[in-house]
């Protein structure tokens, strides 16, 4: 028999993104979540003890085989189209806002940054960074934006708790935070350290 | 007293660097080690004031922004003229709204920069996909090599070949059509029963004629009107009349 983690190897080398646990445990009947843990486990220790250019990274909600980080000078030099494009300091304000704020209006953003923002959201709704995720109560029932799965993956982030969280901030935010989750009781930003 | 500071130093500010009217703010009182709870309002104003003189080249929009910040900002310089009454604990400070929006402002301005060193180590990960197939570059993506030296040396070769006294060399092939060789090969073959090929081609003397004589043949064979025989490879090689060989044999 196959091994479980052949068989969830298999699966990362033909996806070009990521594969969520349950995604993978639906490959075989022998598998559940918990097994295609152990399996990653297994694969990670395997690639660390052969010294492989890659490994498995938890991105987005998923598994993905990534190349290891010292090898992006090779990667990037051997690619004539220019790289990954970074975002822009207005776009990266404006999915900061969003990120944390989420779900949320043109008016916020417009408001937090003192700056018009419609072609910021624009493009990053373009991009497949954001996404409408529902209407406001105000006037004209306003787009409200939040994040998407994607935002996750090209900022390496596995879930939204990755987010740089509120002791990495200015106090004002951890104050902020603070009194949100008094307010709603829960507790965000609670998250295993990454 | 803050003349000269407009003039220079830390207030001589490329507006294309901010992103707009807070971020500018921020700048001039992070700069300078400004208790942002206690923002001195009319030196903050001033330099304000100073960093914008250049706003006509900004764009409409972006200009307002700017343009509105400075309206508050004097605003909030007029209301500090006025003195708050003491006994009165209720009165906010004007600059309260102001400073609550930095703060704000500030924060998701830190937030953006965590973002950002996330996303620089995020792209330092490749995933399966990124060395694409390569399609074949298209013409116009090809760097042009010529310089004009070889653009005038062509053009200098094509005057000269037109400015070449005409000489015209007329090549003309010899009609031999496989009609003629048909008759002919039929007419030998009405004075004898059999005809060698080369005897055949030998008045004429030229492999062109022998082409055709030999297509003219097969044709005629074809045509089961000729029989052709050869005893060994590049022994002779005899036509027969079809017909008479067969009432021969």
Redesign the interface.
């Given at each position: 028999m196959i091994r479980a983690s052949r068989v969830i190897e298999a699966l990362l080398?033909a996806?070009?993104?990521p594969l969520a646990p349950a995604d993978l445990a639906r490959a075989d009947e022998d598998l559940d979540e918990e097994r295609v843990e152990a399996a990653i486990a297994e694969l990670r220790a395997e690639y660390e003890r052969d010294a492989r250019a890659f490994t498995v990274?938890e991105?987005g909600g998923g598994y993905?085989?990534?190349?290891?980080?010292e090898?992006?000078p090779v990667?990037e030099r051997?690619?004539s189209?220019p790289?990954?494009q970074?975002?822009s300091?207005?776009a990266?304000?404006t999915?900061?806002?969003l990120?944390?704020r989420q779900p949320v209006g043109r008016a916020e953003v417009e408001?937090?940054?003192?700056?018009?923002s419609g072609g910021v959201l624009k493009t990053l709704q373009e991009r497949g960074l954001i996404e409408v995720v529902g209407r406001g109560e105000g006037l004209g029932r306003p787009l409200l934006y939040g994040t998407t799965q994607f935002f996750l993956q090209?900022?390496?982030?596995r879930s939204l708790d990755d987010?740089?969280r509120s002791e990495?901030?200015?106090v004002?935010?951890a104050r902020?935070e603070q009194r949100k989750e008094e307010a709603d009781g829960t507790a965000a930003g609670v998250s295993e350290a990454g | 007293m803050e003349a000269p500071a407009l003039q220079a130093g830390p207030f001589d500010i490329d507006l294309d660097r901010f992103?707009?009217?807070?971020?500018l703010l921020l700048h001039l009182i992070r700069n300078q080690d400004i208790d942002i709870f206690d923002i001195p309002i009319s030196k903050i104003t001033q330099q304000f004031l100073g960093a914008i003189r250049n706003l006509q080249r900004l764009e409409l929009?972006?200009a307002g922004?700017f343009l509105e910040?400075a309206a508050t900002l004097v605003r909030i310089k007029a209301q500090m003229l006025f003195p708050r009454r003491g006994d009165d604990d209720e009165a906010e400070d004007p600059r309260a709204d102001l400073v609550r929006?930095l703060?704000?402002?500030?924060?998701?301005?830190?937030?953006?920069?965590?973002?950002?060193r996330?996303?620089?180590?995020?792209?330092?990960?490749?995933?399966?996909?990124?060395?694409?197939a390569r399609p074949a570059p298209k013409l116009a993506d090809l760097p042009l090599e010529t310089t004009w030296d070889e653009v005038e040396t062509a053009l200098g070769g094509l005057i000269e070949r037109l400015n070449a006294p005409e000489t015209i060399h007329h090549v003309r092939g010899r009609e031999i059509k496989i009609d003629d060789k048909i008759h002919e090969i039929l007419a030998a073959l009405q004075q004898a029963r059999r005809v060698e090929f080369a005897d055949l081609v030998a008045p004429w003397g030229t492999r062109l004629h022998a082409v055709g004589s030999l297509l003219a043949c097969l044709e005629l064979a074809k045509r089961s009107v000729v029989r052709v025989r050869q005893v060994s490879p590049f022994a002779a090689l005899w036509i027969y009349r079809a017909k008479q060989e067969r009432e021969a044999a």
């Open positions: 080398f996806s070009e993104s990274y991105v993905q085989l990534l190349t290891r980080p090898f992006a990667l051997f690619d189209v790289g990954a970074r975002l300091g207005p990266l304000e999915l900061a806002i990120a944390y408001e937090i940054r003192g700056v018009g090209h900022f390496g982030f987010l740089p990495e901030l200015p004002v935010l902020r | 992103h707009g009217p807070l971020d929009e972006r922004e910040m929006r703060l704000e402002y500030e924060h998701f301005r830190e937030a953006a920069r965590l973002l950002e996330a996303e620089r180590t995020r792209s330092r990960l490749f995933a399966r996909g990124f060395v694409e």
